[in-house]
């Protein structure tokens, strides 16, 4: 068998093929990958009904006997009088007294977040309380949190929430048939709170040291196996519905894209459908269509707002920041909805949805571990498995593996053909000087080319808290210093090419595309195996243009509008038109202006978001876009502004 090296290995009949039909191939398997996408919402895809894999849930085989709707109700009077007394803070001292008129072990978590740009401090305290298994030695634990929320808080009211929790510890408290401990806990600051308590319980620092000081716990329980987040923004009888949210606000998404394990969700699922409440989906119900293009495309929608919404990597609820550390965690939000009297839950039926999951729960033997942690859904009652969906990745990254290979087979015939002719010349010359053969790669060139282009992206990953210092000098906000930075960054890589008007030999070109092309593929399988979303839409919208951009000596029409297209796909370009396509979505009826300085506004608070999501909770989508994909649209904006000095 021949070797890639070997010049000769190119005269088989499938590379022959390939070299030929290279282009129309790398169409093909793009627009096929498209096409793959978008027959994943066709039922015969999806048409797979949500099943349990793990048998000792045993999931809905108990006489439910809690009746929390009075106590709640009663319970949640008692907290918005204190939470008159304290607008802007949590009521620590009656929490603290009703968790403990409950007879449980309760502690406090105090925590504080530095913040990374201005060094200021931030102070905030949990609260929980741990009921101890009557028939375990609590080697495992379940978590009930609920995200306090003052009344002057920007956020929806989870003050029912609270009151929930506290009313079925009470009815926890007079059960014997707990396995396992459940801890109740109530955050403050959002998803602040959660993490530094996570941290703290696990002895870990999850982003940066030094950042969010997690400080120690007065108490533990077990080994969390699973946990359940509670946002209920209605305390009453009728209109209220219960969303299913996977990691991620109102969606099903964690931290980095992560998932929870299917069954845990599948049990949510089913026990909401006993209580026959209403549920829904990224907060859209299931609806069947008898046009089949008509339901095809609801389920499209869905599937494609779960989509992006993973591919952001930020948790939609409190629940996607436990899933780094092995716990399967969903959140369930209700709130009232008008105009929607049938199908709606109180209280009671709320509180036995509870009972029902963590009962079940209660059932478990070990860690879940036999359904999918990797999956889509389309809607509630349907998923689409991972053997499904990253089929269409691959096939939009084969082609960027053919173009490469290509590119590659081209410069192997071209390098023997011109060692070749060398040697014919060399041997009728009877000279006795021997010029050096210039036939060979430029190793030294090539290498200092794409580390120089990985070395920019690092110091750009870190440059926002130069340019936030640099920013209080001259009295800029913090998201100024950043964005207007980066704007200058964009520019500079932008203008350093065409300042330096460097000739490449056509072979450096061709190798570093070939380097690059290899790289950018290998980068997004690797992504893929985190936040499939991420890569995939990543590659629906580079690869186009990358197997468009070929090194050429000449510059032609088509090339020049390329370049005009790579600059749009800056990352600092594509991010902040992705910002004000949203912000217009959401927008759509204000004036265009005004669209556009919402749009402005928000994509200098998106970028700093991102950096304090990657310093606070460890989110690496900043870190992604900037160390990565930002190198490698560097590299191929130097190939497309370099003139090849040799075409072979």
């Known amino acids: 068998m021949a070797l890639l090296t070997d010049p000769g290995a190119g005269s088989g009949k499938i590379i022959q093929f390939l070299l030929k039909w290279e282009r129309p191939l790398c169409f093909c398997l793009y627009v096929s990958g498209i096409v793959w996408i978008l027959l994943l919402a066709l039922p015969i895809f999806n048409d797979i009904n949500n099943y349990f894999s793990e048998n000792a849930l045993l999931p809905g085989l108990v006489t439910k006997e809690s009746n929390l709707e009075q106590i709640a109700k009663q319970y949640y009077v008692h907290l918005l009088h204190e939470m008159k007394r304290y607008p802007d803070n949590m009521p620590y001292t009656w929490l603290l007294a009703t968790l403990n008129q409950l007879h449980l072990d309760v502690f406090t978590h105090n925590f504080t977040l530095i913040y990374p740009f201005q060094e200021q401090e931030f102070t905030g305290q949990n609260i929980y309380g741990i009921m101890r298994a009557p028939r375990a030695a609590s080697t495992e634990a379940i978590v009930i949190s609920v995200p306090f929320r003052p009344i002057n808080s920007i956020y929806l009211d989870t003050a029912p929430s609270v009151a929930l929790l506290l009313a079925f510890a009470k009815f926890c408290r007079r059960q014997k048939y707990w396995a396992k401990d459940i801890v109740f806990l109530i955050t403050e600051h959002e998803q602040l709170g959660i993490q530094a308590w996570l941290d703290a319980y696990h002895g870990v620092t999850s982003g940066t040291e030094g950042i969010l000081v997690s400080g120690d716990l007065s108490g533990r329980a077990g080994s969390i196996q699973t946990a359940i987040n509670l946002e209920l923004h209605s305390m009453k009888e009728k209109n209220m519905y219960i969303y299913l949210i996977l990691s991620l606000y109102k969606y099903v998404e964690g931290l980095n894209g992560r998932l929870p394990n299917l069954d845990l969700f599948n049990l949510a699922q089913n026990m909401i459908a006993k209580e026959g409440i209403r549920q829904s989906f990224q907060r859209r119900f299931d609806v069947k269509y008898k046009n089949k293009f008509k339901n095809w495309w609801y389920h499209f929608k869905t599937l494609l707002m779960m989509i992006t919404t993973q591919a952001s990597g930020i948790p939609t609820g409190n629940h996607g920041l436990f899933h780094r550390f092995g716990i399967e965690a969903i959140t369930l939000e209700g709130f009232e909805k008008a105009g929607q009297q049938s199908s709606g839950g109180n209280i009671y039926q709320v509180g036995r949805i509870v009972e029902s999951i963590v009962r079940s729960l209660n059932n478990l033997l070990e860690r879940f571990h036999q359904s999918f942690f990797f999956y889509l859904l389309p809607s509630t009652d349907t998923y689409i498995s991972i053997g499904l969906y990253i089929r269409s990745l691959v096939l939009i990254i084969a082609g960027i593996f053919v173009k490469a290979f290509s590119m590659w087979q081209r410069l192997q015939v071209s390098t023997a053909v011109e060692n070749k002719t060398s040697t014919a010349e060399e041997y009728k010359k009877s000279t006795t000087v021997k010029r050096p053969k210039n036939d060979g790669f430029d190793i030294g060139v ?30 800029f906000r913090t998201e100024d210093s950043i964005y207007f930075g980066f704007m200058a960054i964009t520019v500079l ?156």
């Open 446 to 475: 090539i290498t200092s080319e794409i580390l120089w282009a990985h070395i920019c992206g690092i110091v750009i990953a870190t440059s926002p808290f130069a340019l936030t210092y640099f920013g209080r000098k001259t009295n």
């Open 493 to 648: 890589t932008l203008m350093w090419p065409l300042y330096s008007r460097r000739q490449m030999k056509y072979k450096n070109a061709a190798l570093v595309c070939v380097i690059v092309l290899i790289e950018l593929g290998t980068i997004l399988m690797c992504i893929a195996m985190h936040n499939f979303s991420l890569a995939l839409l990543i590659a629906v919208v580079y690869v186009p243009a990358i197997l468009a951009i070929t090194p050429q000596q000449r510059s032609t029409k088509f090339r020049k509008i390329i370049s005009s297209l790579w600059i749009l796909l800056h990352p600092f370009m594509i991010s902040s038109i992705i910002v004000i396509c949203y912000t217009y979505v959401h927008f759509s009826t204000d004036p265009f202006l005004l669209i556009l300085f919402r749009g402005y506004r928000a994509a200098k608070q998106a970028f700093v978001f991102s950096i304090i999501d990657s310093v606070i909770y460890g989110n690496w989508l900043y870190n992604v876009i900037v160390s990565t994909m930002l190198p490698i649209w560097l590299l191929f904006w130097n190939i497309l502004c370099s003139k090849s000095s040799v075409h072979s």
